[in-house]
């Protein structure tokens, strides 16, 4: 069993920043072989992939938010991140953590992100 666990949302004006934290955690004592990433789902949307991260460290990212995001990983620590940068209020949203291994994708119970002035 995987369970990641979100935390670092919360409300911020548009234009400011916000950095996600995910520590995953389970059976296992390592995930550094696992992708892990983040989607985000709006209110009356569906979910979205916003950005993903390899064992490598090859990095993807929705055109929404390339140049704005930016992900990483620190496996010694099992955690990934999401730095957010000129957020917009379109932004709002839930944001989900998840690991992606061989058993299955994992998700966090996500952490609400609300920009707005």
């Known amino acids: 069993q995987v369970q990641p666990v979100e935390s670092g949302g919360g409300l911020v004006q548009p234009g400011g920043s916000l950095r996600l934290s995910c520590a995953a955690s389970?059976?296992?004592?390592?995930?550094?072989?696992?992708?892990m990433g983040w989607y985000r789902q709006a209110p009356g949307k569906e979910r979205e992939s916003v950005a993903d991260i390899s064992s490598d460290g090859r990095q993807n990212y929705a055109e929404f938010v390339k140049a704005r995001f930016t992900i990483s990983r620190d496996g010694a620590k099992n955690k990934v991140y999401l730095q957010m940068n000129s957020l917009k209020p379109e932004d709002t949203a839930v944001y989900y953590c998840?690991?992606?291994?061989?058993?299955?994708?994992?998700w966090g119970l996500g952490t609400q992100v609300t920009v707005s002035s």
């Open positions: 389970g059976s296992q004592s390592s995930f550094t072989i696992y992708p």
């Open positions: 998840y690991v992606r291994t061989q058993t299955g994708t994992y």
